[in-house]
């Protein structure tokens, strides 16, 4: 098992975020507690300082179309595949910072969906991707790096 420890996570029934230990089990959350004892075998991750979030859902993205452009006109001569390259990056980027479900509002052709249904970990067209890029299943992906974050001694502000 993999023990998240010392992270803080929000107890919706208390309104309030409170230290807990998480254990992992393949892809699925399996305890949630005040202090794990881990095994000898277990990998345990220190998460002190943390604030652990769920996979967080952006219900309204633009993953085919570059936002930055100057002139949004000049996107529109693109190729599909360069729009197919485009938005697995985007959809790579969009994970990582931290949305596993994405609601794509502007698509291109269908393009996005030929990333998102074609797309393995071993065929992305995102080098090291650990998620089908623009992908949005039920199953969260797996992580397959130590999760970074930015230690605080405070709560998040609203």
Known sequence: ??????????????????????????????????????????EV?????CWLLPGLI??????????????PAASSRRSDAEVALFTAVAAQRTLAAGITTARDVGGWNYVEMAVVMRSTPATSPVPGSPW???????????????????????????
């Open 132 to 158: 089908p890029a623009g992908c949005s299943r039920s199953r969260r992906p797996r992580r397959t790096t130590t999760p970074a974050c930015t230690r605080s001694p405070t709560a998040p502000t609203r």
């Open 45 to 49: 991750v220190d998460l002190d300082g």
């Open 58 to 71: 952006d219900c309204h993205v633009h993953l085919t179309q570059p936002t930055d452009a100057p002139d």
């Open 1 to 42: 098992m993999r023990w998240l420890t010392g992270g803080m996570v929000l107890d919706a029934a208390g309104e309030q975020f409170v230290r807990r230990d998480i254990g992992v089990e393949g892809d699925r959350i399996a305890a949630l507690i005040p202090a794990a004892d881990p095994a000898a075998a277990d």
